[in-house]
């Protein structure tokens, strides 16, 4: 659909941006928090740095909250650190984590930016990998919701917007890069057990949050990749479609109908696949009825009939040197390939707004629920210039495109309340540290120098700051023949 104008967006919608406690916190060893497996994690990531530093917003969190009130910020996405809150088997809280998250959270409202949470962001806790066996055993369903009910209590009485596992999907779908895969010694089946229990620790916090927290809202976040048939060759459209479910529809399917769809069954069966699934389980989940879908929407990709012959698994490109990406080949499923229609970042992804539209449109389609995004951005490799700034072209064209075409996505009918572009700060990416930066504003440090800290504001901070000001209007460029330009497209 074309539009005579440009697009709107509501009134109230939330401007803001996004993180994650250990991409972003520091202080791992301080004020009592215990370690979390992500930490080892990231410690084996090297020549990149670990998370044990960060952007230090643990030290910083004043001076970050007042940067995001001066970019004009009217929401503000980022997790808790169990660990920081709940350091240990004995599941004492920690009082000097409960004041870390309070503090933060009275700071955003005072400068009048609205807390959205995540309650679990791939940061399990040591003490809960130990005795539960990671998400192996049933056992962790206990101390999630515990863990959940204390966030709940403690912080529901001013945040009112919760999610509940980020991109549980992808956690599934690269196990061993997230760390979730670690003890498994048969991932192809044991991963739907570790799914059906994360479904049950989802539901958990879904009913949790609308028991203690009044006015509550809570949804999932998957990370959603939207596929495109290489071609119009029927085999083609039906790979994008196994890739569709084997990585995205499985899941979101649950989370809004809550029960698992037949292709998901007859795949368990086609593969011998038992995702122990005990009496009473359905029940619970068919309680945890979500209030929106958190939308984290970085890219595209494009599947195609695999090639029966060989398999390949995908190779992510960990280096930040194009062309690294090794593209999956899964006989009986799919294959992706690139897309030589769209450019890609340095690390591959393709770079693709329009997928950002698309994507909006085919939830709303499917599931009929609001959407909030809580990610997307541009990672790139970057330094203080000569001139003392960061002039961040690539990262403007990003955010300026893809929050365009949520305005078109909003044109289109869908009900979207808000935009939280990963992410504020410079922060730790998920495998390559500094070298990957995705902020609006640069944090000195590096992956082998710990610098100074401080905190300079990109170019893109200044664009965002003037479309968030003008409630998605000055997009900081002639929209007129910008706005031809993409219809011509
Ligand atoms: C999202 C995750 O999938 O992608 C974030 O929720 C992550 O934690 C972001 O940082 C970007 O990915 P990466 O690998 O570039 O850090």
Known sequence: MKYKELPTFPKDFFWGASSAAWQVEGATKEDGRSPAIIDLNSQTKKPYADNSVAADHYHHYKEDVALMKECGFTSYRFSLSWSRLIPAEDRKINPKGLEFYNNLINELIAAGITPIITLYHYDMPCWVDEKCGGWRNRSIIEEFDYYCRVCFENFGDRVKYWLSINEQNMQ??????????KGCTDWFKDKWKINHIMNLCHAKAVIACHELVEGGKIGPVPGYVPIYPETCKPEDQIAAMN???????????????REYNSFTKNYWKEHDIDPDIRPGDMELIEQAKIDFIAVNCYRSDVGKAPDNSYKQEIGLNKTGKKGEFVYPNLPGEYALARNPFVEVTDWDWHIDA?????????????????????EAGFGGHEDLGEDGKIHDEE????LREYAFNIGLAIQDGVEVFGFNPWSFTDLLSTGNGMAKRYGLVFVNTTDDDARDLTRHKKDSFTWYSKLIKSNGKDWGTDMTAWQDFQKNK
């Open 354 to 374: 329009t997928c950002m539209r698309y994507s909006l449109r085919y939830l709303w389609d499917h599931y009929h629920l609001p959407m909030v995004i809580t």
């Open 172 to 181: 599934i779908v690269y196990g061993d890069w997230l760390g979730v895969s």
């Open 243 to 257: 890739a569709e479910e084997l990585t995205q529809k499985i899941w979101d399917d649950l989370y809004v109908f």
């Open 395 to 398: 990262r403007i064209n990003y």
